[in-house]
């Protein structure tokens, strides 16, 4: 391969790029609300396996998804807390339409 001034300029562009990538990273601050479902999940959680170490199965009422698609990882992180240190979990998402009656 024979290197010409271009591809000596373009290459070091590119690595130029690449680096400010790697510092956008490196300065990334977490979303305030993302930080607070996090600590909510991990508070949760520990109160859900202290009253729970004996349980053979634990059902937790299944936090709706999020509304955009950004945030589905994020989503799927905080089930992961919510859950950790569980054997068993069964998460039960319901329509929003559940009717109490006097006999129930």
Request: glycine share 6%; no cysteine.
């Amino acid at each position: 391969m024979t290197w010409t001034k271009e591809k000596l300029i373009s290459e070091k562009t590119r690595n130029r790029e690449a680096n400010v990538g790697v510092r956008d990273l490196f300065n990334m601050k977490p979303n305030q609300s993302n930080v607070r479902r996090m600590h909510t999940a991990v508070k949760l959680n520990e109160v859900v396996v202290n009253k729970s170490q004996e349980a053979h199965l634990v059902l937790l009422n299944m936090p709706g998804p999020p509304k955009n698609r950004e945030g589905d990882e994020n989503y799927m992180e905080f089930l992961e807390v919510l859950m950790e240190g569980l054997n068993r979990v069964l998460l039960v998402r319901g329509g929003g339409r559940e009717v109490i009656t006097i006999y129930s």
